[in-house]
């Protein structure tokens, strides 16, 4: 490790009113500086659209694109400490972010959790159970792929996928032949990636599934707050439920797995773990996130301390918040074209209804425009009222 980068994650306090320098000024970005501003911080936001939800609660915006390594150096240089809300930065950029400030989140931890080979590999190697899979580099791979790990397969992108994007559901010979096309425009533009292009994962016939976000500082110290349990709307995010509806053997297991991850991969930050809950209560990882993840966004109004905070206290390297539930909730998504409904009926909501937008300037269906928190003595009360309204039916 260089002098600079060992600078980079040197774990003194930073202490407020140090600015901190976010990369991409989305909801994520928003709700970092809005709950790190109450404990004096400043921020620097790096986004290429003027205006972001971030801009309007940071003190400066560099407007621009996130692969500019010279925008990111000007970042660098304003902020005392780098974080970012998305994973997908590029190398170069966090090159940069790493020469001229503090990134304590460091570039290994996003070196693996872009990409679903690497990080499902190291998930593995740390004894995590994780979905079977096998690395597809050729379309011959994905014969291999179906005779190691059964006819029912979930081939991904290794890189850039979210929200269900770049996944194809494999039953067949058949089916493999109906993406063909897409899998050789893949295989072919990632020829150069020394991993793998595209993943085969076995199909988990799971349950239900379930996330917990923890939080590591540089001193060592991981809470994890209460597991969530989360329905997906087309592979969007659509409710986080907490208690999960599942036996505290399950949740207790759920956390300790995400002590562990946080632990051997020495995070510093936040990190969301997904997981895929069995019938018969096993858990498999399916994806990590380094950053604040929309399953935690119940944190902000039922817990003592919210996901964004303790984002902000474990990169400044201070006491990490308690996680305390102090109420059971339901978070619901406000997509684009919940907006409409949920505006509508603003002026009569309950008080235990807490409402977050994002000021996002154009809404269009599916895009993630804010959410709801119904805070509530027992969550069925709270799926019945979300049933009730008639705006995600
Ligand atoms: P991901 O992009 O990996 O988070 O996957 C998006 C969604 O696709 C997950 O939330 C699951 O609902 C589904 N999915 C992904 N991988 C698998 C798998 N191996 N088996 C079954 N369902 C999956």
Known sequence: ??????????????????????????????????????????????DPTPDCPTSHVADEQVVADFSDVEAARRLAESSDVVTYEFENVDADVAKAL???????????LLATTQHRVREKSTLREAGIPVTPFVPISSLADIDLAIETLGSKLVVKTCRGGYDGKGQWMVRSAADVEAYRGAFEDILAAGGSDEVAPLIAEQFVPFHGEISV???????????????????????????????ARYPVAVLD??????????SCMEIVGLIAVEMFVTEAGELFVNELAPRPHNSGHYTMDACVTSQFEQHIRAICNLPLGDVQLLTPVVMVNVLGQHV?????????????????????????????????????DDVDDALSWIDEQGIWS
Request: charge should be positive; hydrophobic fraction near 40%; aromatic fraction near 4%.
């Open 1 to 46: 490790m260089s002098h600079d980068a060992r600078k980079a994650r040197a774990p003194s306090v930073i202490l407020p009113p140090a600015t901190i320098g976010i990369l991409g000024g989305g909801q994520l970005g928003r709700m970092m500086a809005l709950d790190g501003r109450k404990l004096g911080y400043r921020f620097t936001v790096l």
């Open 98 to 108: 790493e020469t001229f400030s503090r990134v304590p989140q460091g570039s290994s």
């Open 213 to 243: 976000v923890v939080a590591r500082n540089a001193r060592g110290d991981i809470k994890a707050f209460p597991p969530s349990e989360n329905i997906h709307v087309n592979h969007i995010l659509h409710l986080s439920i907490v208690p």
């Open 253 to 262: 297991r759920a956390v300790k797995l995400a002590h562990q991850i946080a």
């Open 340 to 376: 409409d409904g949920v505006l509508t009926r603003l002026s009569t909501l309950p008080g235990n209804v807490k409402v977050h937008f994002y000021g996002k300037a154009s809404s269009r269906v599916d895009r993630k425009m804010g959410h709801l928190n119904i805070l509530c």
